[in-house]
């Protein structure tokens, strides 16, 4: 269990950390979207600090799971089941993000140029939404070109920057 979760911190250290030649060259088959909840107001719904508002957001709750021909699967990286993502504080928006992961399953890990990859962001026990990542191939890695939340179009990625991050308003 704590290599779980040693693995998390590492990846997410590891976002934190890169530019992005060496983010597309060394990630492989992995892209990641940074992603931060408001509510209508723009109170940051998963800042600690705000766990008296209605919709705040408690991270630990936030499960993922990918959509696979319109079954459930588990999130597997290197053997490990991965379907919990750490909070993290992004300084350059001044919020508290999720940083969710996409990993190209095993089953589709030789696509030619593109592929989709559907995942379920378990926000609760009774809200479920859907992340679908537009991943193209980009030298010996991949990279997210569209990111779709609940059918709506977040993250364009016209230029290869391969910084996705975004709002969800609840």
């Given at each position: 269990?704590?290599?779980?979760?040693?693995?998390?911190?590492?990846?997410?250290?590891?976002?934190?950390?890169?530019?992005?030649?060496?983010e597309?060259?060394?990630?492989g088959n992995i892209?990641h979207?940074?992603?931060?909840y408001?509510?209508?107001?723009?109170?940051d719904?998963?800042?600690?600090?705000?766990?008296n508002?209605?919709?705040y957001?408690?991270?630990?709750?936030?499960?993922?799971?990918?959509?696979?021909?319109?079954?459930?699967e588990?999130i597997?990286?290197?053997g490990?089941?991965?379907?919990?993502?750490?909070l993290?504080?992004?300084?350059?928006?001044n919020?508290?993000?999720?940083?969710?992961?996409?990993?190209?399953?095993?089953?589709?890990?030789?696509?030619?140029n593109?592929?989709?990859?559907?995942?379920?962001?378990?926000?609760?026990?009774?809200?479920?939404?859907t992340?679908?990542?537009?991943?193209?191939?980009?030298g010996?890695?991949?990279?997210?070109?569209?990111?779709?939340?609940?059918?709506?179009?977040k993250?364009?990625?016209?230029?290869?920057?391969?910084?996705?991050?975004?709002?969800?308003?609840?």
């Amino acid at each position: 269990m704590k290599t779980k979760y040693l693995l998390i911190l590492l990846i997410t250290m590891f976002f934190v950390n890169c530019n992005k030649e060496e983010e597309i060259a060394v990630l492989g088959n992995i892209t990641h979207a940074d992603i931060y909840y408001t509510d209508e107001a723009g109170n940051d719904l998963l800042d600690t600090t705000n766990i008296n508002l209605e919709k705040y957001i408690d991270v630990k709750n936030i499960e993922t799971k990918y959509l696979i021909d319109g079954k459930e699967e588990d999130i597997y990286f290197d053997g490990y089941i991965i379907s919990r993502w750490p909070l993290r504080y992004r300084e350059d928006i001044n919020r508290y993000v999720v940083s969710i992961c996409c990993y190209i399953p095993e089953s589709e890990k030789d696509f030619e140029n593109e592929i989709y990859i559907n995942i379920l962001v378990k926000i609760s026990s009774s809200e479920t939404d859907t992340l679908i990542f537009r991943n193209e191939r980009l030298g010996t890695g991949i990279i997210a070109k569209n990111i779709w939340y609940n059918s709506i179009l977040k993250y364009d990625n016209y230029d290869n920057a391969q910084d996705p991050v975004f709002e969800v308003i609840k």
